[in-house]
């Protein structure tokens, strides 16, 4: 129950969307740091191919 707590503190402080498959991946600090990469990544990818600006 608190990784879940964490990850939704890193959610809310960094923007970003992990979703509940990332609470088995969250395993060290590092892990929480890719994850937060990996959903920016994506985020941009998205905007992007919509057209829009970043």
Known sequence: ????HLLG????????NLGFEA???AQTVRDIERL?????AQTAAHV???????
């Open 9 to 16: 503190a890193v959610e809310l402080g960094f923007h970003v």
């Open 1 to 4: 129950m608190k990784l879940f």
């Open 23 to 25: 609470i088995p991946q």
């Open 48 to 54: 992007l191919s919509a057209g829009e600006r970043v």
């Open 36 to 40: 937060i990469c990996e959903s920016r």
